[in-house]
């Protein structure tokens, strides 16, 4: 179990009543993967939060549990979170699908450009799936006939698609990015992003879905990534950069050892998959 | 442009204010694809929309356009839904994600279960996000390497792909469908949604994206339908039936020569990614 510092919070624009909240996040131990989106939010915010991971499987189980009796609908997949408000288990509500999470968290936690029906949010909302949108094709790389199968036996083909995913869909994905950024860069005292920020003025769960992708991207296709970077101006000098080390709790987090390292989850390092290094 | 009728839209559980809106549905003209979902839900409840599709390039162009002087941010990829309040262009938003509009659509019409952040409304959510994810892995069976590559290009791999999916992707998913189903089916007078509806005790938009994915898969793999279908007796006798048969306006669409029937989208039918006939 690893759970945030129990630093005070930073203000909130939303509800009050999330400091009535415990926050259950539900995945693996060991990876990054689609639990890290979430973690960025609670660390971000510097709000409180318990991991229940593999090690706790009572509590896992029971969310999986397909039971018409249980309080809660059937999850489908991890993550999922768990929000308990003081005093009544039975107003527990369980939330998965890593994008939903995000953006109710978002909301609660003052990380959504706007209320849900909201232009800003609805871009926000735009951008935090086309992410996990680049996520699933930066995994599938790896493992593009069966999640059932090993590398090594889809090998050949991964080595297919990964080809295709450098030089086609990756740059498609970037160009859109760097596209999002010029939009809401505006300034000389229109303000907006300045390249830091995809929606809005300031932070949101868009920025920090968007961050973790490209950390992955790093991780998995560094070749690939330093002969493009240089195309993207804004994304790979303002925006990456800038989350990392401008922001004082997630850069923190970012910095320290609680955070997990990349390894075998959604984002891998295969170098048969990235580009050869010197080949442009 | 294929328009809806101008039947009166029924009673509304949601903002008054969306009679003073125009909606234009941008997308490819000839096949349902992501579009469909989107078209349903203007059917389910009677709301007039405006379909812009390639034949009025104009329109099209100026949503993809990623002009930093555009009033929208940047979209990603169609289907788009363009939002005019009347009286104010520059008001105009423009929503893209399919799951994204879906939901949006949900909560001005009526087919949202709940708030937002309500538990109803995460949950129908997590199911659009969810069929989404299986929609992809259905298109998956036909383009695992490229979707710039024909599918005869990568045949081989298409399927061993298939096999995977109609073996462990498939029945994964209808499981748990078949658990939500059975989750919220309750009654002997709790009500709620007797294997009819898959949140609450009437349609939501996480029905009518589930129903156009089940439909879709029909289509494209009807000999393995046809040997699951006693696994999920919720799904294929009380869902999947139910919509198609019992709502009024939705079912008079679908029935109607106004839908695109599939045929190269992201459902297509390949013999020989289906299981083979009479093959238990």
Redesign the interface.
């Known amino acids: 179990m690893a759970a945030a510092p129990p630093s005070p919070k930073r203000a909130r624009t939303s509800k009050d009543d999330a400091d009535d909240k415990t926050y259950h996040l539900l995945y693996h131990p060991t990876i990054p993967g689609r639990g890290e989106f979430i973690r960025l939010i609670f660390e971000a915010t510097q709000t409180p939060y318990v991991e229940v991971n593999q090690k706790s499987k009572d509590e896992v189980y029971a969310v999986l549990s ?3 009796e ?1 309080p ?5 997949a991890l993550p999922a979170l768990r929000v308990s408000t003081k005093g009544s288990s039975s107003d527990d ?1 369980v ?3 890593t ?2 999470i995000a953006e ?1 968290l978002g ?2 936690l003052g990380l959504a450009p706007g209320g ?2 909201s ?1 800003a949010n ?2 926000a ?2 951008l935090a ?2 992410a996990l949108d680049l996520a ?1 094709e930066a995994h ?1 790389t790896h493992h ?6 090993y590398y090594e036996d ?1 090998k050949a ?1 991964s080595k ?2 990964a080809a ?1 995913f450098r030089s ?2 990756l740059p498609r ?1 970037l160009k ?1 990015l760097e ?2 950024l ?5 300034d000389a005292d229109g303000r907006r992003g300045k390249g830091r920020y995809l ?1 809005g003025d300031k932070l949101s769960y868009a920025d920090l879905v968007w961050w973790q992708v490209i950390d992955g991207l790093h991780f998995a296709f560094p070749n690939e990534l330093a002969v493009r970077k240089p195309d993207y101006p804004l994304l790979f000098t303002k925006f990456y950069p800038g989350i990392k080390d401008d922001e004082g709790s997630v850069s923190a987090y970012i910095a320290s050892d609680r955070r997990l390292p990349f390894g075998d989850g959604m984002f891998r390092h295969y170098p048969e998959l990235d580009r050869e290094s010197g080949d442009a």
Request: glycine letters at 0%; charged letters at 15%; aromatic letters at 8%.
């Open positions: 397909t039971s018409p249980q809660h609908p059937p999850v489908y509500i939330i998965s699908q994008t939903s109710y909301h609660e849900p029906q232009a609805l871009h909302r735009q799936l086309t699933v599938d593009p006939i069966s999640m059932m199968l889809q083909e297919r698609r295709d086609s869909r994905f859109h596209a999002v010029a939009w809401n860069a505006v929606v």
